[in-house]
């Protein structure tokens, strides 16, 4: 509480103008976008760094701000040699949702025009190696407002959709303060509690065996099926949040495949290593080694 008044104090103090430096957050709407700065905005996690400045950080270094960008290669692939080439067709957001349902969830309030915008994007960057084209795909991504509020949909007591300017949480602490210090409306947002954050299906959500509306199948990992069936149904009892958030203070990183810290923690080594002479009268030592390895993360590794 006093840390709490302190904080209120410093604010208080400073000109309401200090944090007025990026264009306030359009949030909720539900009317289709034509421009991609715009849709960025909507869901935008500039003001979320003002605040929150540690866990941005973490995020920005998680492959979850680079959502689109790191897998630019595969996306490419499917808008060309899939859509194209395969169905002979041109993009549409039915099929450009196939993949963007995961990896830039924005997409779904994009006009016909701003899909057809992004898959142009995606081609230049890839094949004309155009790096304005990849700055601005580098904007869509997994970020604070899709975890928070788009994918808190699976919430159970959520009535409807998840309400604009309101951030779920897994605590939904107060945050009536920061109006009363004069925040801004989209500054000072609500929080709700979610207890969906929290769970193993929040991140499967994203992180499994994936059925559009057409019934097709897309299984670019399928790790949330093996965490179910091997990890859970063998008694494993921890979230994807313990190991890749809690544990170690990873916070938001995220880390997974590429960093060495986890993937030491996933395989566990039982080396016996005998020593012994094969031919006693020569004298040659030899060792016998048995070395097993064991898989020690809540599903399959590697994913795919
Ligand atoms: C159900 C959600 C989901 C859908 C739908 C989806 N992806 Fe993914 N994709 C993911 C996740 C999660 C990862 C990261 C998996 C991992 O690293 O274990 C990923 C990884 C990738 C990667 C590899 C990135 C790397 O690590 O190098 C590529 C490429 C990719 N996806 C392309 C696509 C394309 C193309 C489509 C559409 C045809 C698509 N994805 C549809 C969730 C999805
Ligand atoms: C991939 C989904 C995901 C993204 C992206 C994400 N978060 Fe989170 N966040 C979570 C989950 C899950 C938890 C709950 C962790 C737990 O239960 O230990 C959480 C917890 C939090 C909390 C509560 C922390 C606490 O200690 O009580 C805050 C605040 C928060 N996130 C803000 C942000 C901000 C700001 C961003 C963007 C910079 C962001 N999150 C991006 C999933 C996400
Ligand atoms: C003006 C400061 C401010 C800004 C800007 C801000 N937050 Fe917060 N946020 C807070 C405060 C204060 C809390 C209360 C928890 C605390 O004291 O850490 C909070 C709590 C949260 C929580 C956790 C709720 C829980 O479970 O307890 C989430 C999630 C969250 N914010 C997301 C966001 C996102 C996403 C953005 C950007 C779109 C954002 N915040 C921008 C100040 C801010
Ligand atoms: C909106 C969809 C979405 C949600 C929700 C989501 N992720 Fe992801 N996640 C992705 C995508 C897409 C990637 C791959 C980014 C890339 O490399 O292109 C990814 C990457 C990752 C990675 C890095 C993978 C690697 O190969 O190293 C980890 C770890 C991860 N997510 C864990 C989680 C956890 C834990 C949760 C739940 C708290 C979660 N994610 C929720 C979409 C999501
Ligand atoms: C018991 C701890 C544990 C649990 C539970 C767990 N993970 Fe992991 N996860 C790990 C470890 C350790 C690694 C690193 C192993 C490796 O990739 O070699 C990892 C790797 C990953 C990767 C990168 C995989 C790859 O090969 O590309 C992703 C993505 C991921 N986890 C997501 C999740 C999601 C989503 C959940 C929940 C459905 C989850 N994890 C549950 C420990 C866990």
Redesign the pocket.
């Known amino acids: 509480m006093l840390i709490r008044t302190i904080i209120v104090v410093l604010i208080s103090l400073m000109p309401i103008g200090a944090f007025a430096m990026h264009p306030e957050a359009q949030y909720g709407g539900t009317e289709e976008i034509s421009n991609l700065d715009v849709l960025v905005t909507r869901y935008s996690d500039e003001t979320c760094k003002e605040c929150h400045e540690e866990i941005y950080a973490e995020w920005k270094e998680s ?2 701000s ?2 689109v960008v ?2 630019i290669g595969g996306l490419r692939n499917f808008i060309v040699h899939g859509v194209e080439k395969g169905w002979n067709a041109e993009i549409t957001k039915e099929h450009l949702m196939r993949c963007m349902d ?2 830039a ?1 924005q997409l779904q309030d994009a006009s016909k025009s701003l899909i057809r915008d992004v898959a142009e994007l995606i081609k230049k960057t890839v094949d004309a190696q155009d790096e304005d084209a990849k700055e601005k795909l580098a904007k869509l991504n ?1 970020n604070c407002v ?2 928070h509020n788009t ?1 808190v949909s699976i919430e159970k007591n959520l009535k409807g959709k998840p309400k604009p300017g309101v951030y779920y949480g897994p605590k939904g602490k107060s945050t009536t303060w920061l109006k009363k210090a004069g925040f801004s409306a989209t500054r000072a947002h609500g929080t709700e509690r979610s207890a969906a954050v929290t769970s193993a299906l ?2 499967g ?3 499994g065996m994936y059925t559009p509306p057409d019934g097709d199948i897309i299984g670019c990992n399928t790790l949330y099926g093996s965490y179910q069936d091997a990890y859970r149904g063998n008694g494993g009892t921890e979230t ?2 313990d190991c ?2 809690r544990a170690k203070n990873r916070g938001h990183r ?5 960093e060495k810290d986890i993937v030491k923690d996933g395989i566990g080594v039982d080396a016996q290593v005998i020593g012994l002479n094969i031919k006693p009268g020569t004298w040659i030592p030899t060792i016998i080694a048995r070395v097993s390895l064991t898989n020690k993360a809540g599903h399959r590794i590697p994913d795919g």
């Open positions: 492959y979850h680079q959502s790191h897998s995961c990896h969830p997994v899709i975890c994918k929040f991140c959500q994203c992180h994807c949040q890749h958030m995220f880390p997974g495949a590429y």
